[in-house]
């Protein structure tokens, strides 16, 4: 039984390991952690017994040795819907807001999804969800919080159905006002219904916020610039800068809809029934509500609700919503099936083998919802640059607005209002703010219609900066497929290697068990010990049998041959003598080759191959497929050796898809699980999960994050260009509002056109 407490306030590392070592000390403990990075506390306790004595003295000795940390137990983690989200500025302080409310351990407010994901503690709940709706309301009372629950696509397409329709209207009645005579009591009427019909909402706004003492928000600057331009009487322009704003606005929310939607559609493999068979009938239950041996019924164009094995039925299925990949495959009884796909052909009956809650489809979905989680440099330096940006422009404006008159008395103040009101429209940094999220949000989006799952937007920046790629040889670079293509020495090494392999899963074992094609008497194993690195010891019979590799012979002193064959060798011995070696070979990929070719085209210099095979065979093998170095023959410690002693030579990736690369993938700075239906341990590892096992997918996700990475810089860059050139130009007065207009929504939907590129597949 693994206990976490979150430690608030702790920042002293010397400090945390202090605590480590005096909890570690106690009886009643049998292992803890202190992690100073996350503040997060893991302890085993040595029995099940009064662990709420235990948690009391734990508490007491963190807060003897730091009376000023806080201990907690780790929070709920709770996701809210903030509808009608339209200002990825105010997405920003809204979150910040929130992360200095009262028992909030953590807060992302996710523009680009609309969603606000916090931590605390469960007795916190309610009330830190009625707080966080306050917040909302007080920044943007327009926004509604609901629970991921509510569906809500058919409500958004009725929003935009109403604003276009609005738009329209208030287009031709503009136009129509165009044909009456400027300065004519009709014609300025008529503009001016135009303008309210356009406008209200926008001046409502500004005035609510104004009430509650924010200013300077987009709401603001747009009614304060449009309502000096109908005092100063230029109705026509007021009405049009209005128009042109709400047009503006309407692309940019279709927009950042579209990528949205694009998103959600792309994870729409959510099963929302199950057909389970229960004494004897078919009842339809929710797939949380399906057992582990429950059996399943799938009928033909229906997603695969949770993860099992075939029991009848033969059938094809489409993958591609899970590898990216349009190809079907067929399955038979006793294969195995990831719920998310769908069964395109025959009536299959499944034996279900996980609960959804650990299903292929949950893992996946739990990957996406969460790869807003973690902000990018890049968005930290864009939300605290806007804090300090608009405040300066504010009070420029303010300076050309009293002291342009003063310096050139040729200009007078209404013409100097409207320069600072133009230079004011520009100031909102709202193009920066949207674009930026959104260009890793598509970034994230294009690779998983490519069956590459990435987590978080700091892994996207982190992949454009790869370096060197360090791969595991078996199911990586290899097929994993093996076959004993040749037995050396006695015949009989078949038979007690496959008695010794018996209970094993790995691939080697398989391929023993595969040749020996004949039925164990199980009865006759007595002991079966596992020798890490070396192989296997069993008591067969009254014999003691030895199966394993040369570090195993030598371990026991048993003399063997020299063999040169190309292959994995297993030596079998019997009472400590050799008795045959068995050659077994695995096949490579199809794609390694190209693969690593790939990976040098896109700037990775070290492509390095880490085996616990020989060195002749991981040397042929490394040959073949272009490898740069190769390590073998390595313990799964050794392995984490390596690759520590490569990381300072730059941003390292490390490919591999067995348990035992686990603790590999967390270490290396990314870490790539191959194929979605691998080790549940590597794919939680690791930060890229390749749905399938697609060698090249690798190079593919380092080119598509380095694209990312340059149209983030490119929206960078020009929204900054574009704002600071215009802002400079308005102050001498060469701007007017239609310009003052462009650099703000026409810059934004600019950034947003170009982001969405990166949703192609």
Not at 314 to 332: A, H, Q
Not at 515 to 530: F, G, H, P, Q, S
Request: proline residues 3%.
């Amino acid at each position: 039984m693994k206990l976490e407490l979150i430690l608030n306030g702790l920042d002293c590392a010397h400090c945390a390991a202090e605590i480590e070592e005096k909890i570690q000390n106690l009886d009643e403990i049998q292992e803890a952690h202190v992690d100073f990075m996350s503040k997060k506390l893991t302890y085993v306790p040595a029995s099940d017994k009064n662990l709420e004595g235990l948690k009391k003295n734990i508490v007491k000795i963190i807060v003897d040795m730091e009376p000023d940390v806080k201990v907690t137990e780790k929070g709920e983690t709770v996701s809210l819907l903030f509808k009608g989200l339209d200002c990825a500025h105010c997405a920003a302080e809204i979150e910040e807001e929130i992360c200095k409310i009262s028992g909030v351990e953590s807060c992302v407010v996710d523009f680009m999804s609309t969603t606000c994901t916090f931590t605390c503690q469960s007795t916190d709940l309610a009330r830190v969800e009625q707080e966080i709706r306050k917040v909302v309301h007080l920044h943007e009372p327009d926004v509604v919080v609901e629970t991921m629950t509510t569906n809500k696509k058919e409500e958004e397409q009725k929003d935009f159905k109403k604003a276009l329709l609005r738009i329209l209207i208030g287009a031709a009645i503009f136009i129509v006002g165009l044909f009456q005579p400027e300065t004519s009591t009709l014609g300025i009427a008529i503009v001016l219904i135009a303008y309210l019909l356009l406008g209200y909402d926008v001046v409502l706004k500004a005035i609510r916020n104004i009430l509650k003492g924010q200013l300077f928000d987009e709401n603001f600057l747009m009614s304060l610039a449009t309502i000096v331009a109908i005092l100063i009487q230029d109705y026509r322009e007021a009405v049009a800068v209005m128009l042109f704003y709400q047009v503006g606005e309407y692309f940019q929310e279709r927009a950042v809809y579209s990528s949205r939607k694009s998103i959600s559609d792309l994870m729409d493999i959510r099963p929302d029934i199950a057909h389970v068979i229960r004494d004897g009938e078919t009842i339809d239950c929710a797939p949380e509500q399906v057992n582990i041996d429950d059996v399943v019924v799938v009928k033909p164009g229906e997603r695969i609700p949770l993860d099992g094995i075939v029991k009848t039925g033969i059938s094809s299925l489409d993958t591609s919503s899970l590898t990216g990949e349009s190809l079907e495959r067929d399955v038979e009884v006793g294969d195995e099936v990831l719920s998310g796909c769908v069964n395109l052909r025959g009536l299959l009956e499944i034996t279900v083998t996980k609960p959804y809650s650990e299903s292929t489809v949950t893992k996946i979905l739990e990957l996406v919802e969460n790869t807003s989680s973690r902000k990018t440099k890049s968005e930290n330096f864009i939300t605290k640059f806007s804090k300090v940006y608009t405040p300066i422009v504010v009070v420029l404006a303010g300076i050309i607005a009293v002291g342009l008159p003063i310096v050139s008395p040729g200009i007078s103040y209404s013409e100097s209002i409207e320069r600072a009101c133009a230079f004011l429209v520009i100031s909102c940094p709202c193009a920066l703010v949207i674009s930026i999220p959104l260009g890793f949000f598509a970034g994230i989006g294009g690779l998983s219609k490519n069956g590459i799952l990435v987590k978080g937007s700091t892994v996207i920046e982190n992949l454009s900066q790869i370096k060197q790629m360090v791969f595991d040889k078996t199911g990586t670079i290899t097929k994993g497929k093996f076959g004993v293509s040749k037995i050396v020495g006695d015949p009989s090494a078949i038979e007690y290697a496959a008695y010794a392999e018996s209970n094993s899963t790995h691939p080697i074992a398989k391929s023993i068990l595969n040749a020996y094609d004949a039925n164990l008497d199980m009865k006759r194993i007595k002991e079966v010990e596992e020798i890490a690195g070396h192989g296997i010891r069993i008591l067969l019979d009254q014999d003691t049998i030895l199966v394993g590799n040369a570090k195993l012979m030598d371990q026991f002193q048993i003399a063997y041959p020299v063999i040169d064959e190309l292959g994995t060798l297993v030596y079998v011995a019997k009472n400590k003598e050799y008795i045959g070696t068995l050659v077994i070979n695995d096949q490579l990929k199809e794609d390694s080759s190209r693969a690593i070719q790939m990976l040098k085209y896109a700037g990775v210099n070290n492509c390095v191959m880490l085996t616990g095979d020989r060195k002749a065979v991981a040397e042929h093998i490394a040959k073949e497929v272009g490898i740069d170095s190769v390590y073998s023959e390595c313990l799964p410690d050794q392995k984490v050796n390596v690759v520590e002693s490569l990381l300072p030579n730059g941003k390292l990736g490390f490919a591999g898809d067995g348990i035992n690369d686990a603790p590999v993938l967390a270490l290396a700075d990314l870490g790539f699980a191959m194929g979605g239906v691998g080790s549940d341990a590597a794919i939680e590892a690791a930060d890229v999960v390749i749905m399938d096992d697609n060698l090249t997918k690798i190079p593919l996700a380092i080119n598509r994050s380095k694209k990312t990475m340059r149209i983030v810089n490119q929206n960078i860059v020009g929204a900054l260009a574009v704002k600071l050139i215009v802002l400079a130009l308005s102050g001498f007065g060469f701007v007017n509002m239609w310009l003052a207009i462009f650099a703000d929504v026409g810059v934004s939907v600019i950034a947003i056109l170009n982001s969405i590129r990166l949703l192609k597949k």
